[in-house]
């Protein structure tokens, strides 16, 4: 069965610090793979997908980049972090055809002191 | 740009009680999902609706997609504490995107 890990689930930085979240899918081969932020209580919001090795699609012109070293891996980074980078950040994967549903890992709560 | 509004954004009610929580767009989708999220998790998928004017039924839960597969609607019938969450919809990609757009989410509270 296919299984999502997201980590940390907790991360407290400074502003001004850098940040790398990763996500690893195990199961599947070439899945599409998403980062979504999401304000308490609120939707989410798209930030990047991958479609591919090396492929990313930017939905939000912001102070994050995402990179897909290997198949099952996604990587969300920042050189600087804001305040307004807090949040809590979703990694998930989805396959073909369109209409197959996501699949969530358990997220990492930011918060930007 | 793709929006999917839902409403009510918040409801608290009885247990035992029904509701309807709507989910709109001016866009068509491919397909339209529903989920439930818990606190400090991600969402999980409740049901896919992929046909326009398409029914289902998960116990007493009932999603339809609208004829146009631009908006669904989510029915609770005698609502359970358990049912208490966040539920969003979301509209899956259309020809040549590969983006889920989430709907703006709708917190239900149950009370006992």
């Known amino acids: 069965s296919q299984t999502i890990h997201q980590w940390p689930a907790t991360l407290v930085q400074p502003v001004g610090s850098p940040l790398s979240l990763e996500c690893t899918v195990e199961g599947t081969s070439n899945p599409n793979l998403y980062w979504y932020r999401q304000a308490a209580g609120r939707g989410l919001q798209l930030l990047f997908y991958s479609v591919g090795i090396g492929q990313i699609s930017s939905e939000v012109p912001q102070n994050l980049s995402a990179s897909r070293p290997q198949d099952r891996q996604f990587i969300l980074s920042s050189k600087k972090l804001l305040l307004s980078d807090s949040g809590f950040y979703l990694c998930?994967?989805?396959?073909?055809?369109?209409?197959?549903?996501?699949?969530f890992g358990n997220g990492t709560r930011l918060t930007v002191t | 740009t793709q929006l999917l509004e839902q409403s009510p954004q918040f409801l608290s009610i009885q247990e035992g009680e029904n509701l309807t929580v709507y989910c709109n767009s001016s866009?068509?989708?491919?397909?339209l999902q529903w989920y439930r999220q818990e606190p400090g998790e991600g969402p999980v998928l409740l049901v896919t609706?992929?046909?326009?004017?398409e029914v289902k039924k998960l116990k007493r839960l009932t999603f339809q997609f609208g004829d146009a597969r631009k908006d669904s609607s989510l029915h609770i019938t005698a609502a359970q504490p358990g049912d208490t969450g966040l539920y969003l919809c979301a509209g899956g990609p259309t020809s040549g995107t590969y983006k889920y757009i989430f709907g703006t989410g709708t917190r239900l509270k149950v009370l006992a």
């Open positions: 866009s068509v989708f491919s397909s």
């Open positions: 998930a994967w989805g396959a073909f055809p369109a209409s197959s549903p996501l699949h």
């Open positions: 609706v992929v046909t326009g004017g």
